[in-house]
């Protein structure tokens, strides 16, 4: 089954550093996401990304976070400044179409600010 | 506004008992789409099943099985003859559909479920 790439798996950073997380979705599809799942909590939607423009986005995806699909392969999440309550995983995902089965998930970054 | 609610927040049963995690959900949506995830602890989003808003046929697959009422507005999932495999952190979601509708998931709090042997 195709998978949902995302590197590194682990990544650790001093706060007020800025971090990329990468991501390559699958290769046919055109929505994608980032989602966060905080230690012992749920996973939150953060933002979703369709024909290279942000689709809609949450509260916590404020001015310190941006999406990038810079070659038409990868995804990135970036993260200007990293706060200690920044830290967490940090998963990608895509699908096909918007009515398609499943959203497929990444295996996730965890990002631990220091 | 869209929720999930998985009011079960831990649940412990012992090898071969059967298990059901609930999950109930509010959306102003008509069409939507409710899906359940399993968290292993390696931590990684396993995807088990989507349900359509407009299918309430409930679902076999294995030892899952996934009752959907729409008349409670609840999907619950019920895993026969457990095993020690089956620990994990379940999620359920909620998804909107249309036009308008990004494909975003509303997730639950999430259940952990632990089966001892």
């Known amino acids: 089954e195709p998978e949902v790439t995302q590197t590194p798996s682990h990544q650790v950073t001093q706060m007020g550093q800025e971090v990329i997380l990468r991501c390559v979705p699958i290769s046919n599809h055109l929505y994608f996401y980032w989602y966060r799942q905080i230690l012992g909590q749920k996973v939150e939607f953060l933002v979703s990304?369709?024909?290279?423009?942000?689709?809609?986005k949450s509260e916590i995806f404020d001015d310190q976070f941006s999406v990038e699909r810079p070659d038409g392969s990868n995804f990135t999440l970036k993260i200007r400044s990293t706060k200690l309550e920044d830290s967490a995983m940090y998963f990608c995902?895509?699908?096909?179409?918007?009515?398609?089965?499943?959203?497929?998930f990444g295996s996730g970054t965890q990002l631990s600010v220091l | 506004a869209q929720k999930v609610t998985q009011a079960q927040t831990e649940i412990s049963v012992v090898e071969k008992e059967d298990v059901t995690l609930d999950c109930v959900y509010e959306t102003r949506d008509t069409t939507y789409y409710l899906f359940w995830y399993k968290q292993p602890p390696s931590g990684e989003l396993v995807f088990l099943i989507r349900r359509n808003s407009f299918d309430e046929q409930n679902e076999i697959s294995g030892r899952y099985s996934w009752n959907f009422q729409k008349s409670t507005s609840s999907f619950n999932f019920t895993i026969t003859a457990s095993q020690v495999v089956d620990s994990a952190v379940y999620f359920c979601?909620?998804?909107?559909?249309?036009?308008?509708?990004?494909?975003?998931?509303?997730f639950g709090q999430g259940t952990t479920l632990q089966v001892k042997p």
């Open positions: 990304f369709y024909n290279n423009e942000i689709s809609e």
């Open positions: 979601a909620l998804s909107g559909v249309g036009s308008s509708n990004t494909g975003k998931l509303i």
């Open positions: 995902a895509s699908r096909r179409d918007r009515g398609q089965e499943k959203l497929f």
